[in-house]
C-alpha cells in the first residue's frame, strides 16, 4: 500500500497554497464581503400610494411611505400634485412620482439621514441612494426637480 509520507504531504499542501495564494493575488485580491451583502440595506416593491393604507408606496415625487413610515426627500423639490399651481405643474409631478417609483424599484437603496431627522409634518428626513449615488439627484439632471433650497418654487 502506498502511503504519503508527512514531508511530502507538507510539501504538496505548501505547493497547492502558493498556488491558490497566487490566484487570489493576480485575480486582484479577495472579495469584499459587502459586495455579497450589499452596501444599500433597503430592498422593496413600491406601489403608488392610494387611500389611507400605505406602508411602503410612493406619494410624489418627493415623498414615500417605506415600511410604514412617511418619508420625505431631503434633497429634493418636486412639482405638486394634490394641489398644483397649474396644469403643467400637475403633469410634471406625475412624471416626477412615477420616475422615482422605478428608480426604487430598480434595487437597493440606503435612507441617508441628514442634520435633522423630521420636518414639521413628522416626516422622515432622507436622502435615497443607491451606490453612494442620490436618487433625487437623478430626478434633478432629468428635470424632473430641482435641488432643494430651503422654499417650494413655483412651477408654473
Not at 53 to 72: A, H, L, P, S
Not at 84 to 105: F, I, T, V, W, Y
Request: proline share 4%; net charge positive.
Amino acid at each position: 500500500m502506498n502511503t504519503i509520507r508527512w514531508p511530502s504531504f507538507i510539501a504538496i499542501t505548501a505547493a497547492l497554497c502558493a498556488a491558490l495564494f497566487l490566484a487570489i493575488f493576480l485575480s486582484g485580491g479577495p472579495r469584499s464581503t459587502t459586495a455579497a451583502v450589499g452596501i444599500d440595506p433597503n430592498r422593496a416593491s413600491f406601489g403608488i400610494c392610494f387611500g389611507s393604507d400605505r406602508y411602503t408606496c410612493v406619494v410624489d415625487g418627493d415623498t414615500i411611505w417605506f415600511e410604514g413610515r412617511k418619508i420625505r426627500v431631503a434633497d429634493i423639490n418636486t412639482p405638486e400634485i394634490s394641489s398644483p399651481g397649474c396644469a403643467s405643474e400637475r403633469q410634471l409631478g406625475q412624471k416626477a412620482k412615477m420616475r422615482l417609483q422605478a428608480l426604487l424599484n430598480q434595487g437597493a437603496f440606503s435612507l441617508e439621514p441628514i442634520d435633522r431627522d423630521q420636518d414639521q409634518y413628522g416626516r422622515d428626513l432622507r436622502i435615497i441612494t443607491r451606490d453612494g449615488k442620490s436618487l433625487g439627484e437623478t430626478l434633478v439632471a432629468e428635470g424632473l426637480a430641482e435641488r432643494w433650497q430651503g422654499t417650494r418654487r413655483n412651477w408654473c
